[in-house]
């Protein structure tokens, strides 16, 4: 699936068709149309079921809002709740995998423990499906620390000598700042070249 930002994933199909606008009350029309919607959104992203969900209700809002559909808020909660069974049903919608997902691509980019679990956190992935997903995946933290390192050109990678204690206290900031504890941090930046690809090689 792509990472791209999902802005304006639906705009072609955004607005209800007309069978819908003539039968704004209509639950079967409606759900036909969120259907082809939430298929056509899950085409190109992943996504939790929570964040699914406050997608196709954002939607049914904004139908409402411009007069296409008239559901009130408990219908339209039904209908967000029946879809997102359904799609899960189907496989479309796997929080587990997600998870997964998410997990492995953050730790190839040298994300922190912490900052994917906000990350999924903020997707509505359950805490302990969360934990529970860092934890199969297996990178050793000391290894997602010196890929960011890397990625940053900062510790081992940076260019030229290595700087004053000043200099190595931003170093460690940053890394604090992506979620690595401070102690870890400070052990990184200290690493030579040598040391650090040696560990990336063998942890």
Not at 125 to 132: N, S, W
Request: aromatic share 6%; net charge positive.
């Amino acid at each position: 699936m792509s990472g791209q930002r999902d802005d304006g994933w639906d705009r072609i199909a955004d607005a209800p068709d007309a069978s819908v606008r003539a039968a704004p009350t209509d639950p079967k029309k409606l759900r036909d149309k969120l259907r082809r919607s939430g298929f056509a959104y899950l085409q190109r992203y992943s996504a939790s079921e929570a964040h699914f969900s406050g997608l196709m209700e954002q939607k049914l809002r904004r139908w409402e809002a411009a007069g296409y559909v008239a559901l009130g808020e408990a219908r339209a909660a039904d209908l967000v709740a029946a879809l997102t069974s359904e799609f899960r049903e189907l496989g479309l919608l796997d929080d587990a995998g997600f998870a997964a997902s998410r997990v492995a691509s953050a730790r190839r980019k040298g994300a922190s423990r912490l900052k994917i679990a906000l990350g999924l956190r903020a997707k509505g992935v359950d805490g302990e499906l969360a934990r529970t997903a860092i934890e199969d995946e297996g990178t050793d933290e000391t290894v997602a620390a010196l890929r960011f390192c890397r990625r940053r050109r900062i510790g081992p990678w940076r260019r030229g000598e290595r700087p004053d204690r000043d200099g190595l206290n931003r170093e460690i900031a940053t890394l604090a700042r992506q979620g690595f504890a401070t102690q870890l941090g400070r052990a990184v930046v200290l690493l030579s070249r040598e040391e650090a690809e040696e560990k990336l090689g063998v942890i």
